[in-house]
């Protein structure tokens, strides 16, 4: 079965950090655009980074801009989101999913791939 799985949430203090892994079951995320997504209770799911096959290419929302960093290390088939100066807003299931395109912006559509998500709360 071909899946992306996260990992890495965790109840958090403010101002504190966490970083969420995002691997892939049954196939290699090297050739995979892969965005990160969060969906907060009551709200809707919205799109908050994204980084491309190789890297080059990075990509947030304003939300985030500033204290979220994407990375991946495709040795480790594995994509990174390092969260830093989290706050209670931030408190959300976080997901990553993964879609074959050389997009040069951020897409937050037509992802193949979805992920069960890791939930975040970041409370004192």
């Known amino acids: 079965q071909l899946q992306v799985v996260e990992s890495g949430g965790g109840l958090v203090q403010p101002g504190g950090s966490l970083r969420l892994s995002c691997t892939a079951s049954?196939?290699?995320?090297?050739?995979?655009?892969i965005g990160w997504f969060r969906q907060a209770p009551g709200k809707e799911r919205e799109g908050v980074s994204c980084?491309?096959?190789?890297?080059?290419?990075?990509g947030y929302s304003d939300s985030v801009k500033g204290r979220f960093t994407v990375s991946r290390d495709n040795a480790k088939n594995t994509v990174y989101l390092q969260i830093n100066s989290l706050k209670p807003e931030d408190t959300a299931v976080y997901y990553c999913?993964?879609?074959?395109?050389?997009?040069?912006?951020?897409?937050?559509?037509?992802?193949?791939?979805w992920g069960q998500g890791t939930q975040v709360t970041v409370s004192s």
């Open positions: 999913a993964a879609v074959r395109t050389n997009a040069r912006q951020c897409r937050w559509t037509g992802y193949d791939y």
């Open positions: 980084i491309s096959s190789s890297g080059v290419m990075t």
């Open positions: 049954g196939f290699t995320l090297d050739s995979y655009y």
